[in-house]
């Protein structure tokens, strides 16, 4: 690849990794994760909350999570967006690997085109000395900046999650609320038998 096109796959990728950021990824180490409630006519229903990793591990070794916030069903909306955000830091991390790499072929390039190691020539006892280390690389300086642009974003993203999951709070307390009001409705339509939430872990990882 030449120095031209390391560039432009540079400027792309950039420019790729800041419009998912600006969409928003789900936060390190967080995974969805299925339960099922059984009601009293019998049926089974599967809804989905968001876990974040701890370090507590299991005896299996796997990483345990404590509850962060709850999803509702499959076709809910706070489902939908939960899955997409995780999606979106999977490609992220994808794309960062490969800006990664690319930075390290324009170097590796730049470094042939112009020589990064200095000739000593000797003339009598004296020898020249090293060359200074060269300035950054155009891809240097763009990391940068996309690292600039990137921390601004990510603190946007986490004052609207504050105020989000504030509010998401508060409607949880109310639907609580609401439910309560139809425990041990007589028909049985609406009551809720009270199993253990047994987690099955949905195969998103964080």
């Known amino acids: 690849m030449s120095q031209t096109n390391t560039e432009s796959r540079l400027t792309a990728l950039a420019t790729e990794m800041a419009l998912i950021q600006q969409a928003g990824v789900a936060e390190p180490n967080t995974w969805i994760e299925r339960f099922s409630v059984t009601k009293s006519n019998g ?3 599967v809804y989905f909350r968001l876990m974040e990793g ?3 591990r299991s005896r299996s ?3 345990q999570g404590k509850f962060k916030r709850y999803l509702g069903s499959a076709s809910s909306a706070k489902y939908k967006a939960a899955s ?4 979106r830091r999977n490609q992220l991390r994808y794309l960062q690997k490969q800006y990664q790499r690319l930075v390290v072929t324009q170097e ?16 009598g006892k004296v020898e020249e000395k090293p060359s200074a280390k060269p300035a950054l690389t155009h891809g240097q300086n763009q990391l940068a900046v996309l690292q600039q642009k990137l921390i601004s974003v990510i603190r946007q993203y986490e ?6 999951e504030q509010q998401q709070q508060t409607w949880e307390v109310l639907i609580r609320e609401i439910e309560g009001l139809f425990v041990g409705d007589t028909d049985g339509a609406l009551s809720v038998s009270a ?3 047994v987690g099955e872990m949905s195969g998103v990882c964080p």
């Open 43 to 45: 049926k089974r229903y």
């Open 54 to 56: 701890t370090t507590k």
């Open 61 to 63: 070794g796997k990483i």
């Open 84 to 87: 997409s955000a995780i999606d």
């Open 108 to 123: 590796q390039m730049s470094q042939k085109r112009t020589g990064c190691k200095s000739k000593s020539v000797s003339v």
């Open 159 to 164: 004052a609207m999650t504050a105020v989000i």
């Open 195 to 197: 199993p253990a939430l």
